[in-house]
């Protein structure tokens, strides 16, 4: 059951719209379940409506009238209370009663008090109602309404588990705005897929990922067509900032701006300021042994970006709440850099699983220790590497980042369930679905030139590496899917690995220790990307690119493999996974 609260000065022009027909003929029936004293007159069960709606708002601006100056200016309270989709039909009655409950909660009209606020119900389709109420009492008072979406909120929780609905995740006041139904008719009526204020929040956001300074984020702004206006203090510092979409105006003609807090609690300029100094983005370094010549930089950044994601889960999975609150904004700065910057093949689904994290990066967590270097340097890397094409190297290393983003978002969805973030949970794992999409299109081509490639190995070979997965592998993991032909991009990744120099055992090992694969859907899959990465195979295998020397290259057959696997024994394998490297490069 959700609640939206809002405030105008027009009662009889909201009365007016609610038993109108909408602005899409969607109201039906329009009529009264509810009011202050149970005998407010229904314009929708009177022979002529229109008198009673005249009556029926002289009697709810009865108080505000006999105030006079001391009425608010916006004297009116409108709450529309909508159930949630697949919940039962609700009958009159019982929206009387949730009505009752939410002008208790809220303050309006509190149980017993005979001074209460003058308030009705309207209810004009199946699923919700509009609760209108005027901001004066009996007593000529103002209510005291602090807090009152809190309490709306708090009571539909109650009202939910009472009445068997559909129970919604509780909130915890650090999510952004909606918008509202004014802002929604307006992107309606213009063509617009998404509200002005969406948009900016997105804009934003995709400014402010990998950011180094104040300066680069308000030119990025402005880059992306976006208007800003800085307000000063009388030093001439910036205090904060306004955004606009070109075009969208009021009705008198002027620019509709929005202050960088109300598009998100965390986009006002000093929280911005403070992302910005405690996790300046460094130059963004090269993953050791990467072939710089031959691999484009958007897929060397995207490879160099796995290695930090990586990490990121790891910290997460610590459960210290000072490491983990300051990756979830850093990984919020990275999925903003993958989805602006990604192939249009994959480029709705990750811009979708960065719109969903958003609400994850916020929590009354504090981080003790902000250091959000390496996201914000990988992030920034990412975002001045340019787009990826989506195919070749490119595709296969988008591929790779995007299976390590489930693993780290899954992460997050288990760091908030275990604190009672139900939202950010939530969004969490919404953000995991639409990169595990986007990660079926990336990967889709090659994967499937990985398996033709294990398919394509002579019989010893194959059943060579097949040997060591059952070794070191548990057995349902090597016979995931009930056959043996969903290991076979995995055997393939070990025979290149062997012919590139490494021990294939060992770097397997290496792969599984690096960090759980319980929550993976394919470990196969997780297990082929972090072997590629390691071994700094390409991630494309059909890619020309020339592979980075390793100590030795012999011919991978069962009578070499142990003087093989001598003589590249001193191979430092995980020397590319190093999350603290630094770049020199300043």
């Not at 006999?66 to 009116?76: L, N």
């Not at 939410?102 to 209810?123: F, K, L, Q, S, Y």
């Not at 992306?224 to 307000?231: E, I, M, S």
């Not at 694969?517 to 700094?536: E, F, G, K, M, T």
Request: net charge positive.
């Amino acid at each position: 059951m959700v609640p939206d609260i809002g405030r105008g000065s027009r009662t009889h022009g909201l009365l007016v719209y609610l038993y109108g027909p909408g602005r899409r003929e969607e109201h039906t029936d329009a009529h009264l379940v509810g009011s202050w004293d149970g005998f407010a007159p229904d314009p929708g069960r009177d022979p002529d409506p229109k008198v009673t709606l005249t009556r029926l708002t002289a009697a709810l601006d009865l108080r505000v009238k006999q105030a006079g100056d001391r009425a608010p200016a916006k004297h009116v309270w409108h709450c529309s209370v909508r159930t949630a989709p697949g919940d039962r039909r609700l009958d009159d009655e019982e929206w009387n009663a949730v009505a009752q409950r939410i002008v208790h909660a809220t303050g309006i009209a509190p149980a017993g008090d005979p001074d209460g606020c003058r308030w009705i119900a309207v209810r004009h389709a199946e699923d919700h109602i509009h609760i209108v109420a005027t901001l004066v009492r009996g007593d000529l008072r103002n209510p005291r309404l602090n807090y009152d979406f809190n309490k709306a909120q708090a009571e539909c929780r109650r009202i939910e588990k009472k009445m068997g609905l559909r129970r919604l995740n509780a909130g915890d006041g650090t999510a952004a705005k909606n918008p509202s139904s004014a802002e929604k008719f307006k992107a309606e009526r213009t063509g617009r897929p998404e509200t002005a204020r969406e948009t900016l929040r997105e804009a934003v956001r995709r400014a402010v990922a990998g950011a180094d300074s104040e300066e680069e984020f308000f030119t990025r702004l402005r880059e992306a067509g976006v208007r800003v206006k800085l307000r000063h203090a009388p030093s001439g510092d910036a205090l904060g900032y306004n955004v606009a979409l070109p075009g969208d105006r009021n009705r008198d003609g002027d620019p509709v701006w929005y202050p960088g807090s109300k598009l998100a609690p965390d986009l006002s300029l000093p929280k911005i300021r403070l992302r910005l100094a405690d996790g300046a983005a460094e130059p963004s370094a090269t993953a050791v042994g990467a072939d710089r010549t031959n691999w484009s930089p958007p897929a060397r950044q995207r490879r160099n970006a796995t290695v930090i994601a990586e990490h990121s889960a790891t910290l997460l999975e610590r459960d210290e709440d000072g490491e983990a609150a300051p990756q979830l904004v850093g990984v919020g700065e990275l999925l903003d850099a993958v989805a602006q910057t990604s192939p249009v093949t994959t480029r709705a689904e990750l811009a979708a699983a960065a719109r969903a994290f958003e609400r994850a990066t916020r929590s009354h967590v504090r981080a003790e220790r902000a250091d959000t270097r390496a996201l914000r340097s990988a992030a920034r890397g990412i975002v001045q590497a340019g787009g990826a094409l989506g195919r070749g190297e490119d595709g296969g290393a988008t591929a790779m980042l995007v299976s390590t983003l489930v693993l780290v978002t899954l992460a997050a969805a288990r760091w908030h369930s275990a604190r009672g973030h139900a939202q950010q949970a939530h969004a969490s794992r919404q953000a995991a679905a639409h990169l595990r999409t986007a990660y079926r299109q990336a990967a889709a081509t090659p994967m499937r030139m990985l398996h033709d490639q294990g398919r394509a190995l002579p019989d010893a070979q194959r059943l060579m590496h097949e040997a060591t997965l059952r070794a070191v592998l548990p057995e349902n993991v090597v016979r995931a899917g009930g056959t043996e032909a969903r290991t076979d991009a995995l055997v393939a990744t070990l025979a290149q690995a062997e012919r590139a120099g490494h021990d294939s055992e060992a770097l397997l090992r290496q792969a599984i220790d690096m960090r759980e694969l319980d929550s993976a859907d394919d470990v196969n899959d997780v297990l082929v990307w972090r072997l590629r990465r390691i071994a700094q195979l390409p991630a494309h295998p059909g890619d020309g690119a020339r592979r980075p020397q390793a100590a030795t290259r012999q011919a991978t057959t069962p009578s070499s493999r142990t003087s093989e696997r001598n003589a590249t024994a001193a191979v430092p394998l995980g020397t590319a996974q190093d999350p603290n490297r630094r770049s020199t490069r300043r």
